[in-house]
């Protein structure tokens, strides 16, 4: 039961380079999506999210898109930096389900200076 | 800045042991999580926590485990009887508030190995 997938397992990209992390859904009730990042030997942070009544949310150099009737977001780190090498996890929930999250399986991003 | 503490960071036991996993959260936090890992798979949510009371809980979540806040800064995670498939990194998190719009703090994880 993959009700969150990360079809990616891992992502290199040069220095500079734009980094897009791809997470498809397939449960139509999934309404609020988040990112988080983890680095090795830590714990997940979270690092944006974004609900289903926008198609795109932004924060700095992290931005995520939304398309609804694909069921798929993605992540744009733009410029990529060496310090964003770590695993980045895609989480959704549904109203009513309070606070489970569904996870992927993480995709490990490495940029390369 | 505050953080999810755990411990141990890793530990191995036998099948059939039981096992508590630990957690200090944030200490404003109100609300308590416990997700896992398997080598592999995805992030998986066990429970949450909330006034000393189980608010929700997964499938996987049975009767083996069980959770405590048995004082006022820990949250533990107890295996009654582990299992080879209880293998897994357990993350415990917490939040200021409940709902799902509230960021979770996440620890650093408990890597459990059942031989």
């Known amino acids: 039961d993959q009700q969150v997938k990360q079809n990616s397992p891992s992502l290199s990209v040069q220095e500079g380079r734009i980094s897009i992390l791809n997470c498809d859904y397939t449960?139509?009730?999934?309404?609020?999506f988040l990112w988080y990042k983890k680095y090795p030997a830590e714990g997940p942070t979270f690092l944006i999210s974004i609900s289903s009544i926008k198609d795109k949310n932004e924060d700095g150099r992290f931005t995520v898109f939304l398309n609804k009737s694909a069921k798929h977001l993605s992540l744009h780190i733009v410029p990529s930096q060496p310090g964003d090498s770590a695993v980045y996890f895609c989480?959704?929930?549904?109203?009513?389900?309070?606070?489970?999250?569904?996870f992927g399986t993480g995709t490990s991003l490495t940029v390369i200076p | 800045e505050p953080e999810v503490t755990q411990t141990p960071s890793h530990q191995v036991t036998q099948m059939g042991q039981e096992v508590i996993l630990r957690c200090v959260p944030i200490?404003?936090?109100?609300?308590f999580y416990w997700y896992r890992q398997i080598l592999g798979q995805k992030v998986e949510f066990l429970v949450s926590?909330?006034?000393?009371?189980?608010?929700?809980k997964s499938e996987i979540f049975d009767d083996q485990f069980s959770v405590e806040r048995p004082d006022g800064s820990n949250f533990t995670l107890k295996i009654r009887s582990t299992k080879l498939e209880d293998s897994a990194m357990y993350f415990c998190?917490?939040?200021?508030?409940?709902?799902?719009?509230?960021?979770?703090?996440f620890g650093s994880g408990t890597q459990l190995s059942v031989l």
């Open positions: 998190a917490s939040s200021e508030k409940g709902g799902r719009y509230e960021k979770l703090f």
């Open positions: 200490s404003n936090h109100l609300y």
């Open positions: 449960n139509s009730m999934f309404d609020y």
């Open positions: 989480a959704a929930s549904a109203q009513g389900t309070g606070n489970q999250f569904y």
């Open positions: 926590f909330y006034n000393n009371e189980i608010s929700e």
